[in-house]
């Protein structure tokens, strides 16, 4: 008989952090777990993704920040109804999903878990927020993660490490050649893309410089953000305007990823970005930052290369070698290809995380763990 787990996500953005959410519910063992997503009333795409694999989809209440305990309340009832064996919170930041963490321990559910996709600052960072203290186990998606967590004060009994897995497709996916020449149109025929959200964090600015000293490369940008206008401005003022797609949010990720030559992931910081995965497991070679996270998933001069974060001219050099060296790109594809089949399966991911299910269940059934 299977146990009911909800996953909640409380963002209304579609990012990797979101994604990677889609993959574990769709990889966990339905003899077993029964997932229902909790979800952000406007979280639309996330709610169809969730869907499409047959998930129950509830949309959590509307939380005003100044007078939360409404909707908190909202949140205990429909766990109450729901009563689950697993509340499972999935993390963009160390605030996320607070609301949803107090209304589950109220709820006296059973395992509280939550996933940390990612850590940001925050005000104090001395001691650990109120709302990381009711998960039993905190997921991390990279050592960097844990340790961000571990100095939050997290204890290191509450941390373990499971990385992203993504479900890798049985054949690398051929381009379609309608799209990459809407892509391309008049523009140099090599195509870098950066699907990721126009967000300071994603280091776009950084690229925009590099992209004025590769001038043989066209630039695409899959993904919205606040930052767009300011991103389109600074194109203009650098001269690479006519070389600069931006496309906005788009749900063909991995038909871009198929059209693409090279992608290029210019972040400040991640947790262990799923994107990356997606265009490994396309069969791309991928050029990013060497930042903790996403040097868990890219082996420097193997499946890419990594540089440093906020450097245009190292950012533009490693462009221009896999430019330059056709074959280096076709071996990096390969590689990073045999990489994800190995390392960063969704039913891998799925595996841990339900080990780690069972695992908080017997503890707070009185077991050993």
């Known amino acids: 008989m299977s146990r009911r787990v909800v996953h909640y996500v409380g963002s209304d953005l579609h990012g990797g952090s979101e994604q990677a959410s889609l993959e574990l519910i769709a990889s966990l063992d339905r003899s077993r777990w029964e997932p229902v997503l909790l979800h952000h009333p406007d979280a639309t795409r996330l709610a169809d993704g969730a869907r499409s694999l047959s998930v129950e989809t509830c949309a959590a209440p509307r939380l005003q920040a100044r007078w939360p ?74 050592e960097e993660v844990k340790a961000r967590y571990g100095e939050l004060g997290v204890p290191p009994a509450k941390l373990v490490v499971v990385r992203n897995g993504i479900r890798v497709p049985s054949s690398v996916r051929p381009p379609d050649p309608a799209l990459r020449a809407a892509l391309i149109g008049n523009r140099p025929e090599y195509l870098v893309l950066t699907p990721a959200r126009l967000h300071e964090q994603k280091g776009h600015t950084y690229l925009l410089a590099a992209a004025a000293r590769v001038p043989d490369a066209t630039f695409v940008f899959a993904g919205a953000g606040p930052l767009r206008e300011e991103l389109e401005r600074e194109s203009v003022s650098l001269g690479v305007a006519d070389r600069c797609v931006f496309l906005g949010d788009r749900a063909d990720v991995p038909d871009l990823l198929a059209a693409a030559d090279l992608v290029v992931l210019p972040s ?62 076709r071996r990096m594809g390969e590689a990073g290809r045999e990489r994800v089949e190995g390392e960063f399966t969704a039913e891998a991911t799925a595996c841990a995380v339900m080990r780690v299910y069972d695992d908080v269940l017997s503890e707070a059934e009185g077991g050993a763990p």
């Open 268 to 329: 400040l910081f991640e947790g262990l970005p799923v994107v990356v995965l997606e265009a490994m497991a396309a069969g791309r070679p991928v050029v990013a930052t060497s930042i903790g996270g996403t040097d868990e998933a890219v082996a420097h001069e193997v499946t890419g290369l990594l540089v440093p974060p906020r450097d245009p001219g190292a950012l533009a050099a490693a462009m221009g070698r896999i430019r330059s060296d056709p074959e280096l790109g």
């Open 69 to 142: 305990v409404a909707g908190t309340l909202r949140l205990w009832r429909m766990l109450r109804a729901l009563n689950p064996a697993v509340f499972h919170a999935h993390l963009s930041w160390p605030l996320a999903c607070r609301h949803g963490l107090v209304a589950a321990w109220l709820a006296r559910v059973p395992a509280i878990v939550a996933t940390a996709q990612l850590y940001m600052e925050i005000e104090d960072p001395r001691r650990p927020p109120l709302s990381l203290r009711p998960p039993r186990r905190i997921i991390a998606v990279s």
